[in-house]
């Protein structure tokens, strides 16, 4: 390597592209002349990258740029070779010459030569200079924007690329991807990816990890999960719009809103007011809807979308336009008049009623201020995101029901009834605290005297929701089955009672003895009522007891008829359990995996599907399959897992650092899963987990007095010694002191 990069700590998500562009080099110094393309949309960060790419080359590189100068402007040709050339001159001086053609842009080379055979000296003058100036040690030219560059700047780039031999010039460049209006780009890029040691990089908008750990940096504290989904929402993980609006709030700042607005007001009238139109449809808008809603169509309606799309504001998407980017039709948006809002929106929905787009015609129709119609329509839009596995979206919709709550609108049920739904949706959607204080307003509404069932499901839901949330939900049930009595005759009040005795009995494990009761009674009400999914949960707490294979086998037979449920993902929990107790840590990774195939196809890869990748992750890595343990682990926590999860595999992630000697990655998982931990209770289900980690963590850093004082906190842990007894000591003892001594 040429030289040790160093990256900039607000400089996040782009490792791999660095990585690339120090290869480049390399391959420019020992290979011969190179090139890199860095293609990417404003504010992607490609300026950035190579700023910071530059800066950590050090001294024994030279560094010279320029950038192009935008369309339009008064800008010279060949502007950006220009700064290049000067930064050489000035700095770091030239060889003899003669530079006659360039004397006529830099007066200190000497007399100008006349015109003869100008242009093609003149490449021949630039092409001598940079050679000679790179013979003794490496040289990377960096030239911004391409895609403004003139036709004598792309002229020049691409005789350079072609006739440069001297090993140690790397060409390193950075463009928006060409669009349409750009066929003068296009041409020079295919040149230029076909030529030899050319490396072609696209920057992609940075994940919600990603904008999390830039907001860490700008902010210099952890950003809370609501301050991430919304700036990620709105930046649509764009850098420099994640830098300026992460102390913003809703509306878009001056500086911003200013820059964004800038192509929109410099439109003619008719397209200005067809943008209009476009903001207020929330996202993509159909061709057809967009017709009707504007008033026009045929031939000027294409020629004022041709406009946009040309100016790239406008994106085509399927069957519609789409804006290339959310927080430009944001400030589109904000750029309306209060009345041109409420008008436009109102035409919205009197032309989505009836077409079945129930999410778009409940946000125009409550924007509009007809709350009846907006009511209603979420209403039936979270139905349709629930049928959908749409979960996060149902959440979305039942809250807008709640906000516009009426009773006199018929809906079908009371307002318990969508606070229930709510909670239950929040449990598939992996928003267990908030599914919490669904079940809490629903439980206040209640009289549980005048209806005991209803306030059971209720504390059902809650208690399972605390379950994933952080190990609390026993007490929900128990008080859930108070409200139950066990001598009820009626085959819904006993399978409701016999599903609490089912979940309950799963959040007693390990204590077995305490469960053993609580399934054997789930069990037998399942078999008496014939109902699958008590009878399921009956089964597995029985087979999780005895081993028997036999009722694991009956319970994923069972569990195959019931589509899309639960159950479907808690079989291949307890199927990975029993393998991992015999040692089949294999089979145990594939029944989890397949608990996670589930998961995903259902729409519940962020909450069932993070809980069974720490089953698999644990079988994977028993089983000596590392690397697949890995890439399972990192896929898992790119999905924003809930709290108990995430922290649970990042102890997985720590403990498969400390086996492969990756002492730093171990303690960078370790410090998050702290963190996590912090945050929310860690559940009892990962406390021995976790203070193994950090103990050999500890031992591995080579602080065994370090290692001492975690066992000792780790042992006086009130909820370990509560779920593991007097097993905790000499099992931790023994992953520290192997030898016994």
Request: hydrophobic content about 45%; some cysteine; overall charge neutral.
């Amino acid at each position: 390597m040429v030289a040790e990069r160093v990256v900039s700590p607000v400089f996040v998500g782009r490792g791999e592209e660095s990585a690339a562009l120090a290869a480049a080099l390399d391959t420019a110094v020992g290979q011969g002349p190179a090139v890199a393309l860095v293609a990417g949309e404003a504010g992607i960060g490609k300026s950035r990258l190579l700023a910071e790419f530059a800066r950590s080359l050090g001294p024994g590189v030279r560094v010279a740029e320029g950038a192009c100068a935008e369309l339009g402007s008064d800008g010279l040709p060949y502007a950006p070779f220009v700064t290049v050339l000067r930064r050489l001159i000035r700095l770091d001086g030239v060889l003899p010459g003669p530079y006659r053609q360039l004397a006529r842009w830099f007066p200190g080379l000497g007399e100008p030569g006349d015109a003869e055979g100008g242009k093609h000296r003149l490449y021949e003058e630039i092409l001598t200079l940079i050679e000679r100036v790179a013979a003794d040690r490496p040289l990377v030219v960096l030239i911004e924007d391409l895609h403004w560059a003139d036709a004598a700047t792309r002229e020049l780039l691409g005789f350079l690329a072609r006739n440069l031999t001297q090993p140690g010039v790397l060409l390193a460049i950075t463009h928006r991807p060409p669009g349409p209006g750009d066929g003068q780009l296009g041409p020079l890029l295919a040149e230029l990816s076909r030529r030899p040691r050319t490396t072609s990089l696209r920057l992609e908008r940075l994940d919600r990890r990603g904008v999390a750990r830039q907001l860490a940096a700008i902010l210099g504290a952890e950003p809370g999960p609501d301050t991430v989904r919304r700036v990620h929402a709105r930046s649509e993980g764009n850098p420099l719009f994640v830098e300026a609006l992460a102390r913003a709030g809703e509306r878009t700042p001056d500086s911003l809103r200013d820059l964004l607005l800038y192509g929109p007001r410099s439109l003619p009238g008719p397209a200005r007011d067809l943008l209009g139109v476009a903001s207020v449809a929330g996202g993509r808008a159909g061709h057809r809807l967009l017709a009707r809603v504007s008033g026009k169509d045929g031939a000027e309606l294409d020629a004022l979308l041709r406009e946009l799309v040309d100016r790239s504001l406008l994106l085509t998407a399927q069957d519609g336009y789409d804006f290339r980017h959310a927080l430009i039709r944001h400030v589109v948006y904000e750029d309306l008049l209060p009345g041109e809002r409420a008008r436009l929106h109102a035409r919205y929905a009197e032309a989505l009623d009836g077409t079945g787009a129930h999410a778009e015609l409940a946000a125009h129709a409550h924007a509009a201020g007809d709350h009846r119609t907006a009511l209603t329509a979420a209403f039936h839009a979270a139905a349709q995101a629930r049928a959908s596995y749409a979960y996060e979206e149902q959440v979305r919709m039942l809250e807008q029901v709640l906000q516009l709550w009426d009773p006199g609108v018929p809906l079908g049920c009371d307002r318990v009834g969508v606070l229930t739904e709510a909670a239950q949706a929040c449990m598939l959607s992996g928003d267990y605290a908030r599914g919490i204080g669904y079940a809490g307003a629903g439980l206040a509404a209640v009289d549980e005297r005048r209806e005991p069932a209803r306030a059971a499901r209720l504390l059902e839901h809650r208690g399972r929701l605390r379950h994933r949330l952080d190990g609390t939900g026993v007490t929900d049930w128990e008080q859930a089955l108070r409200l139950l009595p066990a001598s009820a005759a009626a085959v819904p009040a006993a399978v409701q009672r016999g599903q609490l005795l089912g979940v309950l009995a799963m959040g007693l494990l390990p204590e077995e003895e305490r469960a053993r009761s609580s399934f054997e009674e789930a069990l037998a009400i399942g078999r008496r009522t014939g109902d699958a999914t008590v009878t399921i949960r009956g089964l597995l707490g029985v087979a999780s007891m005895t081993g028997d294979l036999a009722l694991l086998a009956e319970a994923r037979t069972l569990a195959g008829r019931l589509d899309g449920h639960d159950l479907l993902m808690t079989v291949p929990m307890y199927e990975a359990t029993l393998h991992t107790k015999a040692g089949e840590h294999h089979r145990a990774a594939e029944a989890a995996r397949d608990g996670i195939r589930h998961a995903r196809r259902y729409g519940l890869g962020r909450s069932r599907g993070a809980e069974l990748a720490r089953y698999a992750g644990r079988s994977l890595i028993l089983a000596g399959r590392w690397q697949e343990a890995e890439t399972l682990l990192r896929e898992s926590l790119q999905e924003d897992p809930p709290p108990l999860s995430r922290h649970a595999l990042l102890v997985l992630s720590g403990h498969l650092s400390l086996l492969r000697g990756d002492v730093p990655a171990a303690a960078r998982a370790a410090a998050d899963a702290e963190a996590a931990a912090s945050a929310e209770h860690s559940g009892s289900a990962s406390l021995f987990p976790r203070h193994q980690l950090l103990c050999l963590l500890a031992v591995a850093q080579g602080d065994p007095e370090r290692a001492d004082l975690l066992l000792e906190r780790a042992l006086a842990d009130p909820a370990l010694a509560r779920v593991y007894s007097s097993d905790a000591r000499p099992v931790l003892i023994d992953a520290l002191y192997p030898s016994g001594t």
